[in-house]
């Protein structure tokens, strides 16, 4: 084992209050694709023809069938020992732990990840909501696939879709055509008031949830000796700014990722583990989690 590797257990071992921050990287062991980097979702699709409030008003079948297809790959994927190591440290007694996922794919939780310790800061593919705003809606754990007809194997298209850019080398085309046009009153309707029904996701330009973020202000407030950083490019605001408000308040920081600037970690507070969060993970929380 790698000296840092033993220093850090060392430090783990008088950690009372930690923080784990994930990202799309956490889920990469599971088959799922990160959104930047080569082979990232948003380098086939550009990310503001799907992921905005505008993007689901202006072609609800498209982003649908991006939702349905995100949907139908996280269905058919497994939590992976990552997934696994935080919920064992979430069952800790003797440790105050949160994790703060910006992944929308519902594998922390079906890892068996303590729920009051677990914050979705960007909502779940398996959320749904009303879009009327006079309606409040709201499908928890909802894990129907296909949602309706018309959606039916439009992910096989996706697949293809991507397959072939990746082929075609139209990394960033400028626009998405959909895998096939979608009536509007062939999408996810609100059983309430027959209104279009969107994902529970937080999409680019929306808040996030004011109460999720209060309840971490207030765990990070309190003290944090180590936040874990994993499988995230912290690139997303608000998520990315909690690294620095540790730091600030004298805790130390540790980065799991396949892709590690040695000058990123630039003073010894910061430890870098290089590699699959999967199989870091398990090995870095070993003292803590291992009965
Ligand atoms: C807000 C849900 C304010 C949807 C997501 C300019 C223009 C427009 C907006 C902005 C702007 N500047 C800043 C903003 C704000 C914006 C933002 O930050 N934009 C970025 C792109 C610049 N933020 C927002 O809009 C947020 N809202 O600020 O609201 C507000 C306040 C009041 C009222 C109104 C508004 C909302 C952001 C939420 C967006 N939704 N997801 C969906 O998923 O479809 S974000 C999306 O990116 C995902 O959630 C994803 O998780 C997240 C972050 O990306 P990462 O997880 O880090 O993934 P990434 O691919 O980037 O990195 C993967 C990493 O893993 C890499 O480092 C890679 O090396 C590593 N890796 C790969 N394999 C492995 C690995 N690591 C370990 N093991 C491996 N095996
Ligand atoms: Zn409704």
Same mark, same amino acid.
């Given at each position: 084992?790698? @000296?840092?590797?033993?220093?850090?257990?060392?430090?783990?071992?008088?950690?009372?209050?930690?923080?784990?921050?994930?990202?799309?990287?956490?889920?990469?062991?599971? #088959?799922l694709?990160?959104?930047?980097?080569?082979?990232?979702?948003?380098?086939?699709?550009?990310?503001?023809?799907?992921?905005?409030?505008?993007?689901?008003?202006?072609?609800?079948?498209?982003?649908?069938?991006?939702?349905?297809?995100?949907?139908?790959?996280?269905?058919?994927?497994q939590?992976?020992?990552?997934?696994?190591?935080?919920?064992? *440290?979430?069952?800790?007694?003797?440790?105050?732990?949160?994790?703060?996922?910006?992944?929308?794919?519902?594998?922390?939780?079906?890892?068996?990840?303590?729920?009051?310790?677990?914050?979705?800061?960007?909502?779940? =593919?398996?959320?749904?909501?009303?879009?009327?705003?006079?309606?409040?809606? @709201?499908?928890?754990?909802?894990?129907?696939?296909?949602?309706?007809?018309?959606?039916?194997?439009?992910?096989?298209e996706?697949?293809?879709?991507?397959?072939?850019?990746?082929?075609?080398?139209?990394?960033?085309?400028?626009?998405?055509?959909?895998?096939k046009?979608?009536?509007?009153?062939?999408?996810?309707?609100?059983?309430?008031?027959?209104? =279009?029904?969107?994902?529970?996701?937080?999409?680019?330009?929306?808040? *996030?949830? =004011?109460?999720?973020?209060?309840?971490?202000?207030?765990?990070? /407030?309190?003290?944090?000796?180590?936040?874990?950083?994993? #499988?995230?490019?912290?690139?997303v605001?608000?998520?990315?700014?909690?690294?620095?408000?540790?730091?600030?308040?004298? #805790?130390?920081?540790?980065?799991?990722?396949?892709?590690?600037?040695?000058?990123?970690?630039?003073?010894?507070?910061?430890?870098g583990?290089?590699?699959?969060?999967?199989?870091? =993970?398990?090995?870095?929380?070993?003292?803590?989690?291992? /009965?």
């Amino acid at each position: 084992m790698n @000296k840092s590797m033993i220093e850090f257990h060392e430090y783990l071992k008088s950690c009372k209050r930690i923080v784990a921050l994930c990202g799309a990287g956490l889920s990469v062991s599971s #088959g799922l694709p990160t959104f930047r980097g080569s082979q990232g979702l948003w380098k086939n699709f550009n990310m503001i023809d799907l992921a905005t409030p505008d993007a689901f008003y202006i072609d609800p079948g498209l982003v649908w069938q991006f939702y349905s297809w995100r949907r139908y790959q996280a269905l058919h994927s497994q939590p992976n020992n990552g997934h696994k190591a935080l919920a064992k *440290l979430s069952k800790l007694e003797n440790i105050d732990f949160i994790t703060i996922t910006q992944n929308v794919d519902g594998l922390s939780i079906r890892s068996n990840h303590d729920k009051s310790k677990l914050y979705e800061i960007h909502g779940s =593919l398996f959320e749904l909501k009303c879009t009327s705003f006079t309606c409040n809606y @709201k499908d928890h754990n909802n894990f129907k696939h296909p949602l309706t007809n018309a959606l039916k194997e439009t992910e096989e298209e996706f697949e293809n879709v991507r397959k072939r850019r990746f082929q075609e080398d139209q990394l960033n085309s400028p626009q998405f055509n959909p895998v096939k046009e979608i009536n509007e009153d062939e999408l996810p309707r609100c059983p309430i008031c027959n209104d =279009l029904l969107r994902p529970g996701v937080v999409w680019f330009g929306e808040s *996030l949830s =004011l109460s999720i973020l209060n309840q971490i202000d207030n765990f990070i /407030e309190q003290s944090v000796d180590l936040i874990l950083v994993v #499988g995230t490019s912290g690139t997303v605001y608000p998520a990315n700014s909690y690294v620095d408000r540790v730091i600030h308040q004298g #805790g130390k920081v540790a980065i799991f990722n396949t892709d590690i600037e040695e000058s990123s970690l630039k003073d010894n507070e910061i430890w870098g583990f290089k590699g699959d969060a999967a199989e870091l =993970l398990p090995i870095a929380l070993k003292p803590l989690i291992d /009965e």
